[in-house]
Structure formats: structure tokens, C-alpha cells
């Protein structure tokens, strides 16, 4: 792990955990987790599979000392380590096959889907379900899906350019 690595992963992870408190609910009392989606680039840009855990387990307590739903904090922390590694493997499998854009983006899907089935699958072992499984899948986790898929791309450029002018300095 290099300092820089470190550096930047606590920088995006803090973005993540800002902009995931002060955002207001959007969507039948759901708030977007951008926290995930910095989670999503601080995975890429370290390509390090013990960073990645640790990102993981960072996420995974930051997002339980902020969420909103009732016995979340488990299944939060259950959630983010899972889907770090989801995340990391699927990273490796599509590494050169498409550009960088379209691979965060695939990710970016695949990987808030996983991570909202599991964040409710563990809640409804652990907590309960305020709502059938199937129902909340459809109502909350697709909607934040294609939510978090089109602002990964944002933010991912947004990265990409901070970091290209900043090696350029």
C-alpha cells in the first residue's frame, strides 16, 4: 500500500460520506449512497485487493453511522465488505476489455444491484423486511441502480481529470 493510495481512498471516501449526509431523501424516503459509487472508484484506482478490503470495511462503517434504516448497521458493514470484493473481481474481469468509462459504469450497475440484495438480505435475516424482498428490489434498489450508474460516470470523469492535471503539476 502507497501513501498516495491511502491518501486518495480516504479523500474519495469522505466525499462519499459527505455528500451521503447531507443528501436529502429522493425516492420514497431512500437516500443514494454515494458513498458506494466512491467506493466503486477508490477500488479502481488502487487495483489493490488488500486496500480493497479496507475500503470495504471503511465503507462499511461509515454508511452504518449514517443510515436511515431501522437495525441498518449491520447489514451495511455485511453489504460493503461483500460487495468490495464483487466489485474488485469484476473490475479484474473486464480490466481492457472496454474503455475505462463503460467498465466503471458496468460496475457501477452490477455492483449497487449486488449491493443493495445484499444489504436487504442480510436486514431481512438479521432486522426484517418493512416491505417484501421482491418489492424492494424493484422500488428502491433499481431506481438506485440506474441513479448511482449515471452519477459513477460523473464523478468517475471528474476524478480522471483531477488526477490527470495533478500528475501534470
Same mark, same amino acid.
Do not use: E, W
Given at each position: ?12 471516501? @469522505?466525499?462519499?460520506?459527505i455528500?451521503? !449526509? ?26 489493490n485487493?488488500k ?21 441498518g !448497521? ?10 468490495? !470484493?464483487?466489485?474488485?473481481?469484476l ?25 443493495? @440484495?445484499?444489504?436487504?438480505?442480510s ?6 423486511l ?18 448511482? @450508474? ?19 503539476a
Open positions: 500500500m502507497k501513501l498516495r493510495d491511502l491518501v486518495l481512498t480516504s479523500v474519495f471516501l @469522505a466525499i462519499g460520506f455528500l451521503h !449526509q447531507i443528501t436529502p431523501p429522493l425516492f420514497l424516503g431512500m437516500k443514494p449512497d454515494f458513498l458506494l459509487i466512491m467506493m466503486f472508484i477508490s477500488i479502481y484506482l488502487v487495483d485487493y486496500t480493497t478490503m479496507v475500503i470495504g470495511l471503511c465503507s462499511g462503517v461509515l454508511t452504518a453511522m449514517t443510515t436511515t434504516f431501522p437495525g !448497521q449491520l447489514p451495511n458493514l455485511i453489504d460493503k465488505i461483500a460487495t468490495c !470484493q464483487i466489485v474488485y473481481l473490475f479484474k474481469i473486464l480490466d481492457n476489455k472496454f474503455r475505462k468509462n463503460i467498465n466503471i459504469v458496468l460496475v457501477s450497475i452490477i455492483g449497487t444491484f449486488i449491493s443493495g @440484495a445484499i444489504f436487504l438480505g436486514a431481512f435475516y438479521i432486522v426484517g418493512p416491505a417484501s424482498f421482491k418489492t424492494l428490489i424493484l422500488s428502491i434498489v433499481l431506481p438506485a441502480t440506474l441513479f448511482n @450508474a449515471c452519477i459513477s460516470f460523473l464523478f468517475f470523469k471528474v476524478v480522471l481529470t483531477a488526477l490527470t492535471y495533478s500528475k501534470s
